[in-house]
Each structure stands twice: as C-alpha cells, then as structure tokens.
C-alpha cells in the first residue's frame, strides 16, 4: 500500500491490470519510450508531446517531466490520474484518466497508448473498458469523451466498438501541422448496456476523497 491514494487505485481484468503510475513502474516503462515503441505512424499525438522528442534521453525525460508535473495538479476542477497498464506482469503501455470540472459536469476524457509490440490483438480495447470502469462504476461519471485525429485507426476502432457516438470533430495540430481530430461521446446510459462484472476496483474510496468527490 502506498501513501498517496491516487497512485494507490488499480484496476483489474481478468486480461490485465492498471496501476497508479508510480515512479518504480513508471521506470520499468521507460525503455518503452526509449525505443520509440509509443510512437505510430501517422503520428497520433497533438501538440505539444514529448514522445515526438527524437532524442531517446530527451524523450524520456521530457514524457517523466509531464506525468510529475500532471501528478502534482489536483484539484476538484482538474485532475489526470495515470496508470501504467500491466499485461501479464509487464508494463506495456499507459492509461490516463482526466477530470476537467468533474464535480460540475461529470465527464472524463481518456488518453492511452500501448508499446507497438502489443497493439492489435484486443489490449486497447479491454484497457478502455478497464478505465471506464473505475470512471463510471468507480467515480460516478456521466459521460466519457474521447478524440483522436481522423486517420487514428486504433483509437477510433476502439471508441467505434465500445459504442461511443461520434460527437463533431475539431482542429488540432500535430508536429506544427494542422490536424482534424475526431470527437466521440459515451454517456453513462449507453455504458451501462455493456457494463462488465469481471472487472475489480482497488483503492476507490481513500481516492475520491482526495479528489473531494
Ligand atoms: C490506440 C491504441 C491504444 C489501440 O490499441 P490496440 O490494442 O491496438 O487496439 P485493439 O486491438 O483493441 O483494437 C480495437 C479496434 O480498433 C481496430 N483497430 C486497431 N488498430 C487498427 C489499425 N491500425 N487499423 C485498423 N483498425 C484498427 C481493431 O480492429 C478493433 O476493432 P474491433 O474491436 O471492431 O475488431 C493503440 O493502437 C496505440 O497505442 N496507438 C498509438 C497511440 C495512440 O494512438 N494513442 C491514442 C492517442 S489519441
């Protein structure tokens, strides 16, 4: 058990796990960001993203600098928890779920990627099921949004068979260049025609009372 609830939540499939990103799991990850395994082709990332640094050094310590600096904003407004996805005992990729005015309005948007070596054989999808679990069973949410540029074939996939509605899209720009992004909206309702009972939640309570909820 750790001392601070928020890296204390884990969320287990009977496919995988999440953990809070602690920094020992963080850094059994980093040769993943090292190798260039997180980056894809066409570049899935909108501005500013340190995976986009070409020097492997840089890169991970630019990607660890945006997770302390994320981990360390909390408020009820705003906040990100980040988990490091475990398959079979082995960090693969990340997990991050993000509260913008939470209490007010009840949404959480996602963000993910998986090490290339595992994509394509159904891990995202369960990871996403994974996180909306403790997002709508665990924390309560209303709806859960997600976008990905319009020639992201793996995260939309995954946003298309999990039932989220697209929701318009907007602009973004990726590596300096303008990029249309793909909206989608998943309401709780439309969870709950899916909602799975083979998923458990750990550590809930002690982190919705950090997150005042
Ligand atoms: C997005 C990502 C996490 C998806 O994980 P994944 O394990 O590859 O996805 P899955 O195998 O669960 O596939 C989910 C669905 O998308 C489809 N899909 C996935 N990758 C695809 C691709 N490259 N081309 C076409 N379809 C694809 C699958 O066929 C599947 O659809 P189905 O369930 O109807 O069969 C992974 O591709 C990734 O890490 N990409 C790079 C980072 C990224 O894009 N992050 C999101 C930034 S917004």
Known sequence: MLNYPLLDVAVRTPALELRGASDVLLDRLAHVV?????AADPPPYDDPMSLYESDPDVRVEKWLQSIWRGRGRVSPDAWRLYFVVLLDGEPVGVQDLIGDRFADVGTVTTFSWLSSAVRRRGVGREVRQAILHLA???????????????????????SRALGYAENGTDWATRQGEPALLQRWRLTRDAWLTQRRDDIELDGVEAARRTLSL
């Not at 090292?34 to 997180?38: E, M, V």
């Not at 709508?136 to 995954?158: C, I, P, R, T, Y």
């Open 136 to 158: 709508f069973e665990g924390l309560g949410a209303k709806e859960a949004s997600s976008d990905a540029f319009v020639d992201n074939a793996g995260s939309n996939g995954v």
């Open 34 to 38: 090292r190798q260039g395994l997180a």
